[in-house]
């Protein structure tokens, strides 16, 4: 969620929810952060803690998103000698870039929009 913030309490502010839908909330600001993180720590596990989420609901979050996106987004190996991991398949990398590439756009747009409906109340910022 992105929100204009300022110092003044009663400053008037945009704020806005944006997610993409199949048969319930597909996709929103939490799965993205929980991707990106799994790309760069290469660990579903270490991403989890690091948002204060429990492997097991990360791993359930992830399955119900497979379940309404119709394809996988982590590929995982099983530890070892050489220890386990996580990375984002193919399309989960594609998904993930063109997501934050339309929240970017329409934080832009939207804050835009609010600044000439609104006057000079600050734009959003995430």
């Known amino acids: 969620m992105a929100d204009g913030r300022s110092?003044?309490?009663d400053e008037l502010t945009l704020r806005f929810k944006l997610w993409l839908d199949r048969g319930g909330k597909a996709f929103g600001l939490g799965p993205l952060k929980l991707l990106r993180l799994v790309r760069e720590r290469g660990?579903?596990?270490q991403a989890a803690a690091e948002m204060s989420m429990s492997y097991n609901k990360a791993w359930h979050l992830l399955r119900d998103l497979e379940g309404r996106l119709g394809f996988s987004l982590v590929d995982?190996?099983?530890g070892g000698a050489s220890?386990?991991?996580s990375r984002l398949t193919k399309e989960a990398e594609e998904l993930v870039?063109?997501?934050g590439a339309?929240?970017?756009e329409a934080e832009?747009?939207?804050?835009?929009?609010f600044t000439r409906h609104f006057?000079?109340?600050r734009s959003p910022s995430g």
């Open 7 to 9: 110092g003044a309490p």
């Open 43 to 45: 660990s579903l596990r």
């Open 76 to 78: 995982r190996s099983v």
């Open 83 to 85: 220890g386990g991991g």
């Open 97 to 99: 870039d063109a997501y």
């Open 102 to 104: 339309l929240y970017a």
């Open 108 to 113: 832009v747009l939207l804050g835009d929009l």
């Open 119 to 121: 006057g000079k109340c």
